[in-house]
């Protein structure tokens, strides 16, 4: 908790901070690049950066977790550090780049608000600042532990075995590992991040969710090629896409990830769209290899048929679960010949379908439309509780806002999920 000192400097300081929270954000990675440029190489997605996403990002996460422990000063924003933590696990982030982060935050801070950082001011930021930096470190430590490895030993080699053209901007990676070591199985809904090696010579890292259950041998997963639209095309997904082969080899971590299927027994409602069919992929996988009877409604909504990513799996997995259906919507109207059980034109609307009682449900997509179907759902009296929600890109901390305003002491811009290759 945060001393009552502390408390009172953060509430009265907090609304100055989030005035200036982006240009602090912004400073603060120019700085911190200058000093460490050794973390442009496999840590930080400077696409991202380039893009200023992340600096949003980090605005936006700092500026939530002070209100929180303003309003709710006897609870952290689990949901917000566990995202955050799986995160950092699964780029193998130490301990000690915590001390690197919070020398260069400080900088920036006392650089753009200059002397309205008194010794006071700067004493209570500092306790905010290491309440959400040990909540992480205890988190990310307690990850490594369960998954037997430190840091540096998240990573290994696979060699690509398959690669499959499922549209014409999304390619699906079957990978073998190629070393003894035990492989840790994946839970249903988890990522992994594939760190590559780009032409000029920096490792980039991105986040793909697993679309298969491991079979101890293989992994899979699929990458969406993001194309630009007037801006630089997504610079990793474009090289995964046209240079990469079957007998390559692709590095990439363990497991992570913390929306997962549970184990409680009751119905499920999947509801995805476009390339946040990913997630959806890999849960149907695991049901269909543990033989599960639940009954189960998937949702998706794309442009049409032949945009729907990993489609003919999606549909096999369906009809080998006896309790399960499909339905879709697609933009550009309700034909296609999948056999699925409904297909509707325009946006996905419940109201087509009818939903399970007692469901939980998953979402993914973008956060505009995560943010419809979740405020849908709960206006029908589903506990928040039964919703999870998977978040593509950097802005982790807007998942937690999307049923309600942001508290007004924040002034945050509208921005848009990150492209889908950029998870990190």
């Known amino acids: 908790m945060l001393s009552e000192r502390s408390r009172e400097v953060v509430e009265a300081t907090l609304p100055a901070v989030a005035e200036n929270i982006h240009l602090i954000a912004e400073r603060f990675y120019e700085h911190l690049f200058d000093a460490h440029p050794e973390l442009l190489d496999g840590v930080f997605n400077r696409g991202n950066q380039a893009e200023g996403t992340q600096q949003v990002a980090l605005a936006g996460s700092v500026a939530a977790f002070a209100t929180a422990l303003l309003e709710t000063p006897e609870q952290l924003p689990e949901q917000l550090l566990s995202r955050i933590a799986h995160k950092h696990a699964s780029l193998g982030i130490r ?51 369960a ?35 035990l492989v840790r199985t994946s839970l249903p809904g988890q990522y992994v991040t ?20 491991d079979d101890g041998e293989h992994r899979r997963f699929s990458v969406k090629r993001v194309r630009g639209e007037g801006k630089p095309d997504g610079e990793v997904s474009t090289l995964l896409c046209e240079s990469i082969g079957v007998g390559d080899v692709l590095t990439m971590s363990l497991p992570f990830g913390d929306v997962v299927l549970d184990d409680s027994g ?55 679960l006896p309790n399960a259906s499909l339905y879709v919507w697609y933009e550009r109207g309700a034909h296609g010949s999948l056999p699925v059980d409904g297909v509707f034109a325009g946006e996905m609307n419940l109201d087509r379908v009818d939903l399970p009682y007692g469901a939980a449900y998953y979402l993914c997509g973008p956060m505009p439309f995560m943010q419809a179907i979740r405020s849908r759902v709960v206006d029908r009296g589903v506990p928040a509780a039964h919703i999870q929600y998977e978040v593509f890109g950097p802005d982790l901390w807007r998942a937690d806002l999307v049923t ?21």
């Not at 990913?278 to 794309?302: E, F, K, R, Y």
């Not at 309600?404 to 290759?421: F, G, W, Y």
Request: net charge negative; aromatic share 8%; charged share 25%.
């Open 95 to 145: 301990p000690e780049q915590y001390k690197v982060v919070h020398e260069n935050l400080f900088w920036a801070i006392a650089d753009v608000l200059g002397d309205a950082v008194t010794p006071e001011v700067a004493a209570a930021w500092d306790e905010v600042y290491w309440l959400i930096a040990y909540a992480l470190i205890h988190q990310e430590r307690g990850l490594y532990s």
């Open 147 to 181: 998954g037997g490895a430190r840091p540096e030993t998240v990573w290994r080699d696979w060699r690509v075995v398959e690669r499959i053209e499922e549209t014409d901007d999304v390619v699906t990676f079957v990978v073998k590992r190629i070393d003894d070591r």
């Open 266 to 320: 009751c119905p499920l409602v999947f509801a995805s769209a476009g390339i946040g069919i990913t997630p959806m992929a890999g849960m149907l996988s695991h049901l269909v290899a543990a033989g599960s009877h639940l009954p189960l409604t998937v949702l998706h909504a794309d442009v049409d048929e032949a945009s729907f990513a990993l489609r003919e799996q999606v549909l096999a997995d369906v009809r080998a």
């Open 194 to 213: 594939v760190r590559i090696l780009m032409p000029d010579g920096v490792r980039q890292p991105r986040q793909y969710s697993l679309t298969a259950a």
């Open 404 to 424: 309600e305003a942001a508290p007004d002491v924040i002034v945050l811009p509208d921005v848009h999920s990150a492209p889908a290759e950029a998870r990190v």
